[in-house]
């Protein structure tokens, strides 16, 4: 059947004629990002070198943006054709580190993420309480808020960094929420994000008795494992990579 | 701290105005198009009708390609790693439809999913046992066979579609397999992909005693449940949705 394994061939080459030549390094970066983004590719440590520009651009352009936006949208689309029970008891998830807020500023000194992370520098960025908000879950956190949703920020960040991630959140927008779920001294240190998200995941619906109607992250640990919510928003990360 | 507020706008301003002005309508549907691969956007009918050239495009050029390999790639990265005992109970799932033969040249006439599909069209199509070969799959199928894995197509087509699916796939260079599993007319027909597979994958781990390695298939009910194997991959696929 030599017609049929021979027809990719031809049309790919059809195509790329009648649309001009691609940068190949530009479609190999944007093929590893769906790779990372559908969670194929994992437990990666840097950002490949040879996409320290395509990633650059990514994140500091408007497609960005317009892929934050997608998600987002689609998850008021979801929460905004419920019909939920006005008990109090209905939360929201939100991760914190380049889901609620962004360290482009740092990373953008930094390679992009294609060294890997000096802790000094980073601790010294994250300390400041400087990073901006992702301007579309700002607004998804304020949509939510208007709907009687209470959030729960649940971050991978070490209990210590408490008062500092507080002040970085009100300083940008976030001003209440119902818990800031930081990781305990106690918890063990070779747990996974994921399990330990997971943990405090079901506390959040066995112990307190919340409804997590919904959860974004920009991590696939952020939003798998068990008591996920009744839907969950990934959004983009092509910097990092959280286990 | 209106400083931070307008950090992202200011820098898409200044990127986008270094780089020229990009195809609005192409990076929205860049951006559904990654909304849908992880898995944010579901249950969706047809592609957006202003993303029609933007599909045909994508699905008959190069990028189509490079997404399959990139995910293809890491699955041989992932199993070619694995110390796997020589006991003939290794099995990879592929899926069928738009993960080992290619449905392209029919949804190349039909508005490339942004037309409900014609199901009388559809059944003619698939009849002629003519869909060609991913060719990623295919190579993918061929190195897992040469390490000794066993290989299972499962699909939710119709068991009818037995002898039909079973030339194609022979026709295009799938040769041989451990078990060819379609729908019985038996299962519930109000069950989705995802149940019908899960309890399919369950069958094959506790009543046939196989081991899971991996499972690839182009939607995320393919991948998710129970006994979803110890590695799954995503492979691309923005025409249509399966619940």
Chains 1, 2 share one sequence.
């Not at 030599?2 to 059809?14: D, P």
């Not at 500092?164 to 929420?177: D, E, F, I, M, R």
């Not at 119902?178 to 959040?204: D, G, M, W």
């Amino acid at each position: 059947m030599k017609v049929f394994s021979v027809f990719f061939f031809l049309l790919a080459t059809v195509v790329a004629a009648s649309h001009g030549s691609q940068d190949s390094s530009d479609s190999s970066c944007l093929s590893w990002r769906f790779a990372v983004e559908a969670n194929n590719i994992r437990g990666w440590k840097t950002v490949p070198k040879e996409c320290e520009k395509y990633v650059g651009h990514y994140m500091l352009g408007y497609q960005y943006r317009k892929d934050s936006k997608a998600v987002t949208d689609e998850a008021w689309r979801y929460v905004n054709s419920l019909k939920l029970p006005r008990d109090g008891r209905n939360i929201w998830i939100f991760d914190v580190d380049e889901t609620s807020i962004s360290h482009v500023p740092f990373f953008s000194k930094h390679g992009f993420g294609t060294e890997p992370i000096n802790k000094t520098l980073a601790y010294e960025w994250v300390n400041k309480s400087k990073a901006p908000a992702l301007p579309e879950s700002l607004e998804l956190y304020r949509k939510l808020l208007s709907l009687g949703i209470k959030v729960v920020f649940l971050t991978g960040r070490d209990e210590e960094w408490r008062k500092v991630s507080a002040t970085n959140l009100k300083n940008v927008g976030y001003h209440t929420w119902e818990q800031l779920i930081l990781r305990a001294s106690s918890y063990p240190t070779n747990a996974t994000v994921e399990s330990f998200k997971s943990n405090e995941k079901r506390k959040l619906e066995e112990i307190y008795g919340y409804r997590i109607i919904g959860n974004i992250g920009d991590q696939w640990a952020d939003i798998q494992g068990i008591h996920r919510g009744n839907r969950t928003f990934k959004l983009p990360n092509p910097m990092y990579y959280a286990p």
